[in-house]
């Protein structure tokens, strides 16, 4: 059978929600089915780092992100 893979963020950092949203997008076009965003959205004010996770959660809900 296949497992699911989640992928990790990385490090925060001066480009994060550009870097999430990319990161998501290659991780669901390869059949990933999450995205592990801890320091990209806890290290900055509850506002941001709730839009961060909202933009990453966007990529895995938009029908036209497909695999690859």
Do not use: W
């Amino acid at each position: 059978g296949r497992a699911g893979l989640i992928n990790s963020g990385g490090a925060s950092g001066a480009h994060d929600f550009a870097e999430a949203v990319k990161t998501a997008v290659i991780n669901k076009r390869a059949g990933g089915q999450g995205l592990i965003s801890g320091r990209k959205a806890f290290q900055r004010p509850m506002e941001e780092g709730a839009k961060l996770l909202n933009a990453v959660q966007d990529v895995y809900l938009c029908p036209e992100v497909t695999i690859a």
